[in-house]
Structures are given as C-alpha cells and as structure tokens.
C-alpha cells in the first residue's frame, strides 16, 4: 500500500511520519512518497526525519520528489497540504484586507479567498494527473480552505473519493473529552456546519447530552476553556462554536488586536519558519541530529503557545501537537485525523469522524453536493454522512451565504472571471463591501504576480 504526501516540505510533515511509524502495521503501509516542488527544503526535513528513515523498525520504504508524476504513480492515498506561494503568499492574504480595514486570516473571509483562487487550478491539475496514475486513490485534503477545495474537486473533476479534513472538530472533542475526564472514543459530537464554521449541538456520552451540564458550569469558570469566546455568548447560543467563528462573532474585536500586535499570523509564522530552517541548516552542517529534533521542537512549541493570540489578546489551546514523541491517539493533530481515516477505509473498525464531505441530504437546508462538515460513518471504502436535520436559522443563514462565496470564489479560479471574484469577495459576510473588495482583489493581483491567476 502506498501513501503519497504532495506538499511534504511542510513543517507538519515530521510529524506525520511519526504517527505513520507508529502505526505501520495497522496500515499494512509499504512505501510513502513525499513530493515537493521545493527540493532543498524536502531535503531538508528529510534530514531532520532521518531517524525514522534508518530505524530498523520502520518497515516501508520512504522515497522523496519533486516530480509529482513519480509520487503519484500507483499510490492508493494521496494527502494534499501545499501552500501555493508559500509563506509568503499567507502574508499578504492576511496583511492587503488588513491594510484596508478588513479582517486578515488565512482560511477566512478575504484570505481563505486568496488562498482558495491559488491553490484549486492546482488541485485540479494534480486531479488530472492522478486519473493517470493512480486512478482508484482516495484523496485526502489537508490543503486549507479545505471544504473549498474539496467542493471545486467534486465539482469540477468527476473525483469522488476525495474528503476533506481539519483536525478543529477533533481537537474540541479532545478537549471536552478532559473536561470530562472521559474517553474520547466515547464521546460523539453532535456537529455541524463548514469547514472553519461550525457548531456543536449537542455532546453525548453514557447516552446522555453533557452539553446542558457544561453551559450551566460556565458562568462559574469565567471562560469557555480552549476557546475564546464570553459564557454568555455561548450560553444565548446554548451550543459550542468552532474558534474560527471568534472571526463572526467578534470582528471589530480581531482585528482591533491583530492592528494592535502589528504583526498578522502570517507574518509572525513567518519568522519563525525562517529561524527554524536557520537553525535546521546550521544544525545539519555539523552533523547534529539531535540539535535539528530539538530546534524543531523547540519550534512547535512557540507556534502552539501562539496561536490565535495575536487575534485574541489571550493564550488558547493548540490544536496542533505540542510533542513529536507523543504515542497517544487523540493527540496526533492532522495526522491522527488522516490516519484514522485510511484505517477505516482500509476495512479497520468503522469510526465515526467528522469530515468535510458532500451533504448528501445530511443537513436540511443545504444542496446535495455543497460540501458540509458533519459526522460521517466511515468504513471499508465508504464515507456515510450521517443524518444532521434542521438547524437554527442563524446557523444555515450564515451558512449559505458563506458557501456562495465559496461557489463564486471556484468559479472565479476555474474561469479566471475578474467579475466573480470582485462578487465574492464583496458578498462575503466579513468584507461585505463593493469598494472595500476591489481595493483588496487589485492588491492581491498586484502583490501575487505569478501565483495568482490572470483574472480578466
């Protein structure tokens, strides 16, 4: 069996071959390809996961490309997490809206904008290439915006085992799992919504619904924990929203704070990607494997200390992995999610997990194919949506119109239409404004050149 990762100079990557490691036999797995068109940096982590690579214990072969016809051919999973533009391109995403008095974020309004017209005429091309070369792969998308992305592929390619993931869902059931001291193979979320945009119903557990129990224990604690929003916001919904809904619910508030730090996320990931890879190439002049392990380590810990503060003003969870040698489950961020995944669509014990898939009728309101974030049942070779029904008003409202964006926004990448691109951005709800949009779409086209796509 073959895993292929298209983006696998990526920081994340370490840690996904760390979880592939320890579960190798699970997964029967007998080659992992990882491709990058940035061969110096695949080099580059490739040192830093040597470890893995030369342990006696590791019993698959690991190869590394830049040709994405090497990678792909033959592979049953293919993992998408590229950036189109790098880093670089995150900083202007967030830093031209920001500029213009508008809220700067990498999946989210505006960015997730820049970043989805990016990145799906790539997606698309590496879909074509697969039909080829490995025509009964699934794809799993890590890509961010991952329910775009995943919805342009279904749209537009005739691709159907593909699904989207984010490990969001995943870490506020790992966390609601602590509060309760309970098993978080025990535990389902009634959840719904997009991706970076849903909702938590209801928590059951022992047959019971924990959630009432939970919101009445809220005025006392002060805070709703790992996330950053008021009890009494929480407590009028009477259910948990997902972080990225801060961005909604509080948007003067974000980007009061991002202003005021004076650095974007962007630009703060930025830094210290470039210390890491610093230290990383010093490190591996001399030789010093464990220097390189431990400047990584090093690294993940400030970026999970950091994240979402700047946007905040507070210090939140993490939801990514805060160490490498953590053998547990739960806490393997993406990886875990991905890799739960292809156990079950291998024929391991079906699962529940929570994924971005097509609606299939799942949630009342919403069209068959629009690409939902919900339960799914999933099983040897099958992803089962699992029914949502109705839900509040403001929810399927904010919803639908976010999820037009999203059609105008795939559209636009797919037709290079100037026009449908100036309307997605001005109907999205947290730029909302014709002039405002065309002074941020100019920017990205001025700023982006060569990796945004010639709009006409």
């Known amino acids: 069996m073959k895993i292929t990762i298209i983006g696998a100079a990526g920081v994340r990557t370490p840690l996904i071959l760390r979880s592939i490691l320890r579960r190798q036999d699970k997964l ?20 830093l996961t040597s470890s893995i690579e030369n342990s006696p214990t590791t019993k698959f072969s690991i190869s ?4 994405p016809k090497a990678a792909l051919n033959g592979a049953d999973f293919v993992i998408t997490t590229f950036r189109v533009g790098g880093i670089g391109s995150r900083v202007i995403d ?17 960015g997730g904008f820049a970043m989805g017209v990016r990145s799906i005429p790539v997606m698309l091309d590496y879909i074509h290439q697969m039909k080829a070369l490995c025509p009964g792969a ?25 699904v989207g993931i984010c490990d969001g869902p995943a870490s506020m059931q790992r966390e609601i799992a602590n509060l309760l001291s309970g098993n978080i193979e025990e535990i389902y979320l009634d959840y719904f919504g997009l991706n970076h945009l849903g909702w938590i119903r209801r928590i059951l557990y022992h047959n019971q619904d924990q959630l009432p129990s939970m919101l009445a ?18 407590a009028g919904l009477g259910m948990v929203p997902n972080e990225y809904l801060y961005y909604y619910y509080y948007r003067s508030e974000a980007i009061h704070h991002l ?27 001399k030789q010093d494997l464990h220097g390189m392990e431990s400047a990584y380590q090093a690294y993940l810990d400030e970026r999970n200390d950091t994240y979402m503060a700047a946007e905040t003003g507070k210090t939140l969870f993490a939801p990514v992995t805060k160490s490498v040698d953590n053998h547990a489950e739960p806490d393997e961020g993406y990886a875990g999610v991905a890799l739960n995944l292809i156990e079950g669509l291998l024929g391991g014990a079906p699962r529940v997990q929570i994924l971005n898939v097509p609606n299939h009728q799942a949630i009342i309101g919403m069209e068959e194919a629009e690409v939902v974030e919900i339960p799914t049942l999933v099983s040897h070779d099958r992803i089962q949506p699992l029914p949502v029904g109705y839900i509040p008003d403001h929810c399927l409202g904010l919803m639908k119109q976010v999820k037009h964006f999203e059609h105008l926004t795939i559209e ?13 951005l001005t109907t999205h709800p947290l730029v909302g404004d014709y002039s405002i949009a ?19």
């Open 412 to 424: 636009a990448a797919i037709e290079r239409s100037y026009q449908k691109a100036l309307l997605a």
């Open 94 to 110: 967030e830093r031209v809206p920001l500029d213009n008095g508008v809220l700067g974020q990498e999946t989210t309004g505006a």
């Open 217 to 234: 224990l809220l005025p006392s604690l002060g805070e709703v924990p790992g996330l950053p929003f008021d009890p009494q916001l929480v």
């Open 259 to 285: 202003l005021q730090a004076g650095l974007s996320r962007g630009e703060q990931i930025a830094r210290l990607n470039q210390r890491l890879f610093d230290q990383l190439r010093m490190a591996l002049d």
């Open 438 to 456: 065309k002074l941020i779409l100019d920017g990205y086209i001025t700023q982006h050149q060569g990796y945004f796509p010639d709009l006409h």
């Open 28 to 47: 029967g797995i007998d080659e992992l390809a990882l491709m990058d068109i940035d061969g110096a940096r695949l080099e580059l982590i490739g040192a």
């Open 64 to 67: 590394r490309t830049t040709d």
């Open 138 to 162: 699934w794809l799993i998308n890590f890509a961010n915006p991952a329910g775009m992305l995943t919805e342009a592929v279904i749209r537009n390619s005739g691709w159907r085992r593909v």
